[in-house]
Each structure stands twice: as C-alpha cells, then as structure tokens.
C-alpha cells in the first residue's frame, strides 16, 4: 500500500485542532494505510491564499481537501463540517477514513456515499 501525506492545516489556538488530530490518528489507524502526518499552522491572509486554506481546521489528503467546498474563499476563519448530527468543528471519522481509501486505491463497500463529501463540502465560520 503506498505512503498517503496527511496535513492538518489549523490556526493558531484553533479551538477544534485536538479534535482534528484524534480523529486523523484513529483514521488512520482503522483503515490501516501507511501514512505521514503532519500539521501546520496557518497565520496570513497571504499564507491562507497561497494554501486555499478556507478554515480551521483543513485536512489534506496528498494536497487535496476531499472536503473542499466549491467556491468557498480562503480565509483565516474557524471550519465546520456537516455531519449526521448537524455542523461540527471536524468532519466525521467514516468519511475521513473513505477519503483515505480513496487516496491508497482502496475499494470502499458499497453503501460509501464518499461523494457526498464533495457535494457537502464544509462551511466556514468568522
């Protein structure tokens, strides 16, 4: 299985940054992928640009946001996630763990609806 490159894009003392690293640990660790993870910390409106960081906090798996809403402005603002129970500060961990799969080539089972990560995408507060 190939190595993924997992970064945590937060700001600083972002209130959902100890949520974010738990859930990226425990995903990783159920799906069982090799993978290098690291977190850096967003601190301009130039650094948010040049990154597309649209909020806090961003994941990307090998670059990309798999929660990447269309048209949303980078910003330095706090994130929120739709989820079964309404918006949270962190995506929820099936589809943290469908995005990984995603990106080692992994088939996901049949009732994946991995694209309603896309299509759901992520809202940003501040």
Same mark, same amino acid.
């Given at each position: 299985m190939k190595t993924i490159?997992?970064?945590l894009l937060v700001v600083p003392d972002c209130t959902s940054e100890?949520?974010?690293?738990r859930l990226i640990?425990?995903?990783v660790s159920q799906c069982?992928?090799?993978a290098r993870v690291h977190r850096s910390i967003v601190v301009s409106d130039e650094q948010a640009q040049?990154?597309?960081f649209t909020g806090s906090p961003t994941i990307l798996i090998n670059g990309a946001d798999p929660f990447a809403r269309q048209g949303a402005a980078p910003a330095l603002a706090c994130r929120l996630y #739709?989820?079964?129970?309404?918006?949270r500060g962190v #995506?929820?961990?099936r589809n943290v763990i469908q995005a990984l799969q995603r990106a080692a080539g992994v088939a996901t089972s049949a009732g994946d609806h991995g694209g309603d990560i896309a299509r759901g995408g992520a809202q940003r507060t501040g």
């Open positions: 490159d997992v970064e100890a949520a974010a690293v640990t425990a995903a069982g992928t090799d040049q990154r597309g #739709p989820t079964a129970v309404g918006l #995506p929820e961990l």
